[in-house]
């Protein structure tokens, strides 16, 4: 069963919303965030906390670059839903 929900952080002093989406694969979960058009999935690593799966052209593109402050906020924002 795929949930969607808006996920809200506050970063760099602004509120910002994403559409995001609990996915399941498996016995695995993971979410996916839509990041202004680019889809982004956090996974849980080994130790449980969650990492973002990007390829190094979505960190450096001059068009749709991504902060990696943002992710970190993102990563954050998500283990705290895990309670």
């Not at 970190?72 to 998500?78: G, H, I, S």
């Amino acid at each position: 069963m795929d949930e969607r929900f808006l996920l809200e952080v506050t970063y760099k002093g602004e509120q910002l919303k994403y559409d995001a989406q609990l996915r399941t694969r498996g016995y695995i979960h993971y979410y996916e965030v839509d990041l202004d058009g680019i889809p982004v999935q956090f996974e849980p690593d080994e130790e449980g906390s969650y990492r973002a799966l990007v390829t190094p052209d979505q960190i450096n593109s001059k068009d749709n670059k991504i902060d990696t402050g943002l992710l970190q906020v993102l990563v954050k924002k998500l283990e705290s839903l895990e309670g």
